[in-house]
């Protein structure tokens, strides 16, 4: 077998605007080499279908003037989403988190050369596409109804122009104060002023803290907003980005992941990290304190014959840094177990549910038919799954315990609206977890996998840390093998992920997910099923790839 170096920028892989000034374009002789294979013809061995088809695009003659640049792209790109979730045959797709400021809180898109250089690394590597936070208080911080979209715009355009697809997230969530948080993003100007004005619209604690992360799930059908509900305000904002976006979606737009909660999971923020109110492993604590979820849970209390039951909620839950043996109501054989508390559980996390559905049903009849698709994430709450309570699942909404199947209930309702199941902490084993937490994610993992499967709704999946070491990567090759995950989502792109052996084992990886998990690492020199992988020699184990030198440059 005879071996080339092939010389080339990526930009054939797709059509690239020789006028943009986004992108970098090297000269003839700076041009990336990738390591492939072109085996003699005597002995002719048959090339992998994106190789094929990478060198029908070099021969081919130019596209006909009725075909646009987006259905070129998809020649290429083996067709838009759709049912399989952009899924490569075989394999389970990788996609990467941009920055959480890619677009910042002015509007504009940042560090661009960056970006640009990054997304032509990750393309070369075979990795699927980016995921972006679009978020509400950046978009339509200049007023209700007045949205802002030309920096996502470019970036979609960045993204088409690298040949990756995008996942985009609606974002009504603020950034910062919890795990991962490098920027701080608040919701809308407009929205801070309503709160300010009326402050129950937001998640209160016991004690009367207020949590300006989201918008209290009690009031979703009440006009709070300046003469609108909340569930109207986020599916204005959908409406508006699928107007603007309608040519895209489907095909470089490949799907939407609909925030819910706090980091944009289906959860209450019970566990928030600001001004060191929760430290892990806390159980956290309940949030059901604003004057909407109260008189929701005084009519609950009412409608079940105990109108005792709806003064407030648990006396006895304890505080966020506490252990559940520390309280009355998650101990052992606590609160929790009693017709009380199960009233009380199936109440919290119901209105959670509730509020899923009624979000989900928005998107569901915005983004129907436009060939995106729909997901929501679920927090991977693994600290005290362990002891019988599960309580750091409960004061999240989540009524899981020893004897309740709390995941079930939420795969249906994802289930009903089409939605993907994207569910975190796929990285972690319960070897490297602390003892004194009683946790074990890969359980928790294999519960949610068994929820989705009888749900029959697809499984997605995230690592919930930044983890670039070969055992986090293995353990997620492991779990997509046997969940069968219609995506994986790697957080996060940065200087760190270019750097050093970071990044072999990161190319490493999505390969090791593109063949479904068979391969647990790639020789030094991919020698035999080349899809233009941006590869090692041997003798210089330390170099990067010239596409990742350039990103691992560029990013700041």
């Known amino acids: 077998m005879a071996l080339m170096t092939l010389r080339s920028t990526t930009s054939f892989l797709s059509p690239v605007d020789p006028n943009s000034k986004l992108l970098h374009k090297p000269g003839a002789d700076d041009a990336p080499p990738s390591c492939a294979s072109v085996p003699a013809p005597s002995h002719a061995a048959a090339p992998s279908r994106r190789l094929r088809l990478v060198r029908a695009a070099a021969t081919m003659a130019p596209a006909p003037a009725s075909m646009d640049h987006r259905e070129a792209a998809e020649l290429l790109h083996a067709g838009g989403a759709g049912p399989d979730h952009g899924r490569a045959r075989g394999g389970v797709p990788v996609y990467v988190m941009l920055p959480l400021d890619t677009v910042g809180p002015g509007g504009q898109l940042s560090r661009q050369r960056a970006v640009a250089a990054s997304l032509m690394a990750l393309r070369g590597a075979g990795v699927e596409g980016v995921m972006v936070d679009v978020w509400w208080g950046v978009v339509e911080r200049e007023g209700p109804g007045r949205y802002d979209w030309e920096a996502y715009a470019e970036l979609v355009r960045m993204v088409e122009r690298a040949g990756l697809r995008l996942q985009a997230v609606m974002s009504f969530h603020q950034c910062g104060g919890n795990v991962g948080d490098t920027c701080n993003i608040p919701l809308p100007p407009w929205v801070l002023e309503e709160m300010s004005n009326n402050p129950d619209i937001v998640y209160t604690d016991r004690s009367g803290r207020r949590n300006p992360e989201y918008i209290s799930l009690g009031c979703d059908t009440l006009p709070v907003l300046k003469g609108r509900t909340p569930i109207q305000v986020y599916a204005d904002y959908m409406r508006s980005f699928r107007d603007r976006f309608q040519d895209y979606l489907g095909n470089v737009i490949a799907e939407i992941q609909v925030g819910m909660g706090p980091c944009g999971e289906l959860r209450y923020p019970s566990y928030p990290e600001a001004n060191g109110t929760w430290r892990f492993p806390g ?41 559940p043996e520390d309280t009355g109501f998650f101990r052992h054989d606590g609160t929790w177990s009693t017709e009380y508390g199960q009233f009380f559980l199936e109440w919290y996390s119901g209105m959670l549910l509730e509020h899923g559905d009624r979000v989900l049903a928005a998107a569901e009849a915005v983004f129907g038919g436009t060939g995106a698709t729909l997901s929501a994430k679920v927090a991977g709450i693994h600290w005290h799954y362990g002891t019988r309570s599960h309580a750091a699942e409960l004061t999240a909404g989540y009524y899981n315990t020893r004897h309740r199947d709390g995941y079930a209930p939420i795969a249906r309702m994802l289930a009903k609206r089409g939605a993907v199941l994207n569910f975190t902490c796929m990285e972690m084993r319960d070897e490297q977890q602390p003892g004194h937490a009683s946790c074990s994610p890969e359980q928790l993992v294999r519960q949610v996998k068994a929820a989705a499967a009888a749900a029959g709704v697809e499984l997605a999946g995230e690592n919930a840390l930044e983890r670039y070491d070969e055992a986090a990567f293995s353990q997620v090759v492991s779990t997509a093998r046997g969940a069968g995950l219609a995506a994986f989502t790697y957080l996060r792109m940065n200087k760190a992920l270019f750097d050093g052996d970071n990044w072999r084992e990161f190319v490493s990886f999505v390969r090791a997910m593109a063949d479904g998990g068979a391969r647990p690492a790639l020789p030094r020199c991919d020698t035999g099923h080349s899809d233009l992988y941006v590869g090692f020699l041997d003798a210089a184990k330390e170099r990067k790839a010239p596409e990742a030198e350039g990103a691992a440059a560029a990013v700041v």
């Open 283 to 323: 159980i956290g604590e309940f949030q059901c304190y604003d004057k909407y979820m109260r008189a929701s849970l005084e009519a609950a209390a009412v409608a079940a014959g105990h109108k005792e039951w709806g003064v407030g909620g648990p006396h006895d839950a304890g505080e966020y840094k506490q252990m």
